[in-house]
């Protein structure tokens, strides 16, 4: 009967396992020292645009949404709803986001804003999974 | 020299043990795949591939011709247990079945003294998860989720891997009778044609 175990399986489980993980750790380095442009901050009311912002720099904006005026308060390299008219305030809940893809939404305002990359070329539709 | 009646009776005896051998051994990796579906799991969809078990010990002990038998009833019955048959899931674990059985009879044809239980195995749960990946990838058109979770199938299919050929191997070792196709013992055998 054939072994359990031998030397060629150890070579065959080590080469193929270290070089996949190698491989990939080598594209997560990649994309790690790749930086693309400064993050940017989008921020939508209903379909429009309002503002793109740089998260490096503080700045306070107000944004005209359905139900009233929203605050959106970029500081420290990190944005967060303030002040929004809304019944639950989910929005102020969500808290501050800093990284690509992340996003805060004020449903009954339809205001929305959305961390990207300012070279990336899809900023648009899809979430950061589902991209 | 043996009568005609007695090769007969010889032949008849190897269909027959045959036949009990592919039944017992598809019934056996039937529960085996129906315990695989049901165990819970980090990710649902990598499965441990328990049922391979006794593939492989087939592939080994008794050859590639009653293995295959057994293998593809398996996807095909199990997949009439699961409620499945013929939709675009029972394709994705035909193909892998299939791909992954050809490349352990082919480990274990030309590789097996060099390699083990452990590295043919491996060799089969890493083709299966990967020609899933692959057509998974191919049907969504889009190559990055082949680039995100290869990492993860081959991690998977290294545990899983592992874990079924050393089951395998210790099948062969606890119940050689069905590991081997000699379901009727040696001692019977030899009384008969006596």
């Not at chain 2, 579906?37 to 649902?44: D, F, H, L, R």
């Not at chain 2, 044809?109 to 083709?127: C, D, I, K, N, Y």
Request: with cysteine; aromatic share 10%; proline share 4%.
């Amino acid at each position: 009967m054939p072994k359990l175990f031998t030397f060629a399986d150890l070579l065959l489980l080590l080469a193929v396992g270290g070089s996949s993980f190698a491989f990939y750790g080598f594209r997560f380095w990649q994309d790690r020292f790749n930086q693309t442009g400064p993050t940017q901050v989008v921020i939508q009311a209903g379909k429009r645009i309002v503002a793109q912002l740089d998260l490096s720099q503080d700045t306070t904006l107000s944004v005209k949404g359905a139900l009233g005026d929203v605050t959106v308060v970029v500081s420290g390299g990190r944005v967060r709803f303030v002040n929004a008219h809304c019944p639950l305030k989910i929005c102020e809940k969500t808290g501050e986001i800093n990284h690509k893809g992340e996003i805060i939404v004020c449903a009954p305002n339809q205001v929305l804003a959305k961390i990207v990359d300012s070279t990336s070329e899809d900023s648009g539709t899809l979430d950061g999974v589902s991209r | 020299m043996k009568s005609g009646s007695e090769k007969r009776a010889e032949d008849v005896r190897g269909r027959v043990e045959k036949l009990s051998l592919v039944a017992m051994a598809t019934v056996f990796e039937l529960v085996l795949f129906v315990l695989d579906s049901a165990i819970p799991k980090p990710i649902p969809w990598i499965k441990i591939g328990l049922a391979n078990i006794v593939t492989l010990a087939l592939l080994i002990g008794v050859g590639w011709r009653a293995a295959a038998a057994v293998h593809f009833l398996r996807i095909l019955i199990g997949a009439v247990f699961r409620g499945g048959l013929f939709t675009p899931f029972f394709l994705l674990s035909f193909s892998g079945g299939a791909l992954s059985f050809l490349v352990m009879a082919l480990a274990v044809r030309w590789a097996m003294p060099v390699l083990g239980f452990v590295g043919v195995s491996f060799l089969g749960a890493l083709t299966h998860n990967f020609t899933q990946l692959v057509l998974v990838a191919l049907a969504l058109s889009d190559t990055t989720v082949m680039a995100l979770l290869w990492p993860v199938v081959v991690f998977f299919s290294l545990l899983y891997g592992c874990f079924s050929g050393y089951s395998s191997y210790h099948f062969c070792r606890r119940i050689p009778q069905l590991a081997t196709g000699r379901l009727i013992p040696a001692q019977t055998q030899a009384a008969r044609s006596a």
